[in-house]
């Protein structure tokens, strides 16, 4: 069988197995104080165009949305997102579990805009109600939408207007930088927003989240936090020579430019075929309308998610592609599609 289900189905990239196996044996001091995280901080700074930003790594998303959001918010203070962001769909209220209201509106292709936060903010008027405090989208977005630098622009300006933090998560950030409709530099994001995090999990780590707070008044107790919700790993060098590969030699955005380039074949292939979509992804992630009959067929060799019925004949399908895709898989759905599904209704 062949994974185009996620991004995080195989191991790492080499060369982070690589500087693992290397550092095995090294006798390093523990809870991210050793040389290779100090030096991977390092690193991103100098990716990010940012000596002050303060940076702290974690091991997973939801881990990492959990501990930023609870940290930064009081007890009767709400996030708010769109309706697909991952802290209101797919991460189990574990926000809710800390005590913090997740509040949604609609997006637009899963974005939030200016106008749907006021929206928000509009409804929420009074000491009844939660007080909204945060903004928090992921780049790219649940369906793969990709956010343009004037599209990060209003909504942090509108964020610093009406007193609210405004969190990117960044678990796919490698496919976004990476994207064809990309216009934001990793230097640019120290002018997006308050708080960022560069996932490392979907983009070649065995594991790990990289939490970036350029407003560093924010930061206070953070160490504390992280603590505090069980999540300061004391072999954190595992994390810190992780991110230090990732960030050697431009490896991160190579990650992230193979993983879109692999897509792009698929979507060529269902393009060509008259195959519609749920929007126009350029990232690593494709929502495919495909009939019922068709992906019975695909999935006797393909590995593939269910994302919902879109009529009474057909259903959206996500086809994920990553760092470990590769030419040959595509090569293999490519044939198997001409050859076999094209041809079922």
């Not at 200016?114 to 008027?125: A, Q």
């Not at 630098?149 to 950030?173: H, M, P, Q, T, V």
């Not at 999990?201 to 936090?225: H, M």
């Not at 074949?265 to 393009?271: G, M």
Request: hydrophobic share 35%; charged share 25%; with cysteine.
């Amino acid at each position: 069988m062949i994974s185009f289900s996620n991004d995080y189905s195989e191991g790492a990239h080499i060369n982070i197995i690589k500087a693992l196996t290397e550092t095995n044996l090294e006798q390093t001091v523990g809870y991210g104080e050793d040389i290779y995280t100090l030096e991977a901080y390092d690193r991103i700074k100098k990716s990010l165009d940012c000596e002050n930003c303060h940076i702290r790594f974690l091991v997973g998303g939801t881990q990492t949305n959990l501990v930023v959001i609870s940290h930064l918010l009081r007890p009767h203070q709400a996030v708010i997102s769109s309706d697909l962001g991952h802290i209101n769909v797919h991460e189990t209220g574990a926000i809710e579990g800390t005590g913090h209201k997740v509040l949604t509106n609609k997006g637009v292709d899963g974005k939030l805009t200016p106008e749907l936060i006021k929206e928000v903010l509009d409804i929420h008027t009074d000491a009844h109600m939660v007080q909204p405090k945060m903004v928090y989208i992921s780049n790219p977005n649940e369906i793969g939408a990709i956010y343009s630098k004037k599209e990060l622009e209003d909504i942090y300006s509108f964020c610093k207007e009406n007193n609210l933090y405004f969190y990117i998560d960044g678990a796919r950030l490698s496919s976004a930088i990476a994207s064809t409709k990309n216009d934001i530099k990793l230097s640019d994001y120290k002018n997006l927003c308050d708080v960022l995090y560069i996932g490392g999990t979907k983009s070649g780590a065995l594991f790990g989240e990289a939490v970036v707070f350029f407003n560093t008044s924010l930061v206070g107790d953070f160490q504390y936090t992280i603590k505090l919700r069980g999540a300061l790993l004391a072999k954190g060098r595992l994390l810190g020579i992780q991110f230090n590969e990732l960030f050697k030699d431009n490896l991160y955005e190579k990650i992230g430019r193979h993983a879109n380039e692999m897509a792009l074949r698929l979507k060529n292939l269902f393009t060509e075929n008259g195959i519609e979509f749920l929007n126009d992804s350029y990232s690593n992630q494709l929502f495919v309308i495909l009939p019922n009959n068709m992906v019975k067929e695909i999935e006797k060799k393909y590995i593939i998610t269910y994302i919902g019925k879109h009529d009474e004949n057909r259903s959206v399908i996500r086809f994920v592609t990553s760092w470990a895709t590769t030419d040959e898989n595509i090569d293999s759905f490519v044939k198997d599609f001409n050859e076999n599904y094209k041809f079922i209704k």
